[in-house]
């Protein structure tokens, strides 16, 4: 196997374990599938746009910079079970409302969202700020690693006939 198709191959699976989420397997409590609306990887049944869209939550996937809605790491603990609940039911915030108007949350996908916050609140006590960051600087290495090391045999080739050359004129007297 060449070099670049070995370097390729060791990206590729890097990037795979980089930025693919650690389980695969489908949820089936309610706070996985309350996972899976939240990111929208299991769509509302009325269509409506997955919370990662707007919302932030500490520690939670790629999703640093989505700051359109406020932060719901501490929404279970300062709403509580029934303040959150109400939230989900009415959706009466002008930005949602324009959303979720025609699209409401059914009663499970609400227990589910609900049950994933309640989750999610636990967990994120210390939010997780440079996950991203070190995914970026990991990927640079790697980048800069292969770089380097396609780059060393690529000049190898090319300088090695310069520097014979040279040698040659120089042993034969030809360059002083």
């Given at each position: 196997?060449?070099?670049?198709r070995?370097?390729?191959?060791?990206?590729?699976?890097?990037?795979?374990?980089?930025?693919?989420p650690?389980?695969?397997?489908?949820?089936?409590?309610?706070?996985?599938?309350?996972?899976?609306?939240?990111?929208?990887?299991?769509?509302?049944?009325?269509?409506?746009?997955?919370?990662?869209?707007?919302?932030?939550?500490?520690?939670?996937?790629?999703?640093?910079?989505?700051?359109?809605?406020?932060d719901?790491?501490?929404?279970?603990?300062?709403?509580?079970?029934?303040?959150?609940?109400?939230?989900?039911?009415?959706?009466?915030?002008?930005?949602?409302?324009?959303?979720?108007?025609?699209?409401?949350?059914?009663?499970?996908?609400?227990?589910?969202l609900?049950?994933?916050?309640k989750?999610?609140?636990?967990?994120?006590?210390?939010?997780?700020?440079?996950?991203?960051?070190?995914?970026?600087?990991?990927?640079?290495?790697?980048?800069?690693?292969l770089?380097?090391?396609?780059?060393?045999?690529?000049?190898?080739a090319?300088?090695?006939?310069?520097?014979?050359?040279?040698?040659?004129?120089?042993?034969?007297?030809?360059?002083?």
């Amino acid at each position: 196997m060449s070099v670049n198709r070995w370097c390729c191959l060791c990206s590729a699976v890097l990037a795979l374990f980089l930025f693919l989420p650690i389980s695969l397997a489908a949820a089936t409590d309610d706070a996985g599938r309350g996972k899976e609306l939240f990111v929208g990887s299991m769509a509302f049944e009325l269509g409506g746009a997955p919370c990662l869209a707007c919302h932030n939550l500490s520690g939670f996937g790629l999703s640093a910079g989505a700051n359109y809605g406020p932060d719901l790491s501490t929404l279970y603990d300062n709403y509580g079970p029934d303040g959150v609940e109400g939230v989900l039911q009415s959706l009466a915030f002008p930005s949602m409302e324009a959303i979720y108007s025609t699209r409401p949350l059914n009663e499970t996908e609400r227990a589910d969202l609900l049950a994933f916050l309640k989750q999610a609140s636990q967990l994120s006590a210390t939010p997780e700020t440079g996950k991203l960051a070190q995914q970026v600087l990991i990927g640079l290495i790697v980048l800069l690693g292969l770089t380097f090391l396609i780059g060393k045999r690529r000049m190898r080739a090319t300088r090695q006939p310069l520097i014979d050359r040279q040698r040659n004129l120089i042993n034969k007297g030809g360059l002083q």
